[in-house]
């Protein structure tokens, strides 16, 4: 079984700052990708920035130039630096990995979500 842990997110302005944090642990052979999803109530989650085991990052069209996803020092960790916040970007943000488990099986994971609100 494999966990994800959020940290980060919270409140803060218009133009401000965020960093977001994920972790994964359990029985993990490899990571073939880790990225974070934002929803907001109502909506679908929508894919916001995407690593990959290739190296190759993707990014949503409205984050571009604005956010950045890194592979964190620790292993199995991901971060996202969320730069020239805007109201729109306020939503609950989820963290999500997909790979294979010690013994060869596939598996696609979700954290439990943190909430971002950037006020106007």
Do not use: H
């Not at 994800?4 to 133009?15: F, I, P």
């Not at 963290?95 to 060869?104: D, F, K, S, V, Y």
């Amino acid at each position: 079984q494999v966990q994800l842990v959020e940290s980060g997110g919270g409140l803060v302005q218009a133009g401000g700052s965020l960093t977001l944090s994920c972790a994964a642990s359990g029985s993990i052979s490899r990571i073939n990708a880790m990225g974070w999803y934002r929803q907001v109530p109502g909506n679908e989650r929508d894919l916001v920035a995407r690593f990959t085991s290739g190296g190759r990052k993707w990014y949503a069209d409205s984050v571009k130039g604005r956010f950045t996803i890194s592979i964190g020092n620790a292993k199995n960790t991901v971060t996202l630096q969320m730069n020239s916040l805007k109201p729109e970007d306020t939503a609950v943000y989820y963290c999500n990995t997909e790979g294979l488990t010690a013994t060869q099986l596939t598996f696609l994971a979700w954290g439990q979500g943190t909430q971002v609100t950037v006020s106007s």
